[in-house]
């Protein structure tokens, strides 16, 4: 191997440590998103139809959410 393709084997090690630091970063921050909108969702299936009606929700809309992946709040505006 020549030097010149040592050096570039040493300079991009550093950009391709920062892209898959950052691929990371992004994959988790999904995870975290996702794990949330599920557990808001079970928490509003868990509740009442009354308690639904006074947020201005029905089951249909909970279970139209889950099946499309649309957030509850986005769709009604």
């Given amino acids: ?3 010149a393709g040592s050096a570039f084997q040493t300079a991009a090690t550093p950009r ?7 691929a990371i970063r ?3 921050a999904r995870y ?8 808001e969702l079970r928490e509003l299936r868990a509740m009442d139809d009354m308690s639904l009606k006074d947020i201005g929700i029905t089951r249909l809309d909970i279970r139209a959410a889950i099946r499309s992946g649309v957030d509850l709040d986005s769709a009604r505006h």
Avoid: E, K
Wanted: aromatic share 14%; net charge positive; charged share 15%.
């Fill in 1 to 3: 191997m020549s030097f």
């Fill in 16 to 22: 391709l440590a920062a892209h898959a630091a950052q």
């Fill in 32 to 39: 975290v998103s996702h794990r949330q909108r599920w557990r």
């Fill in 26 to 28: 992004t994959a988790w």
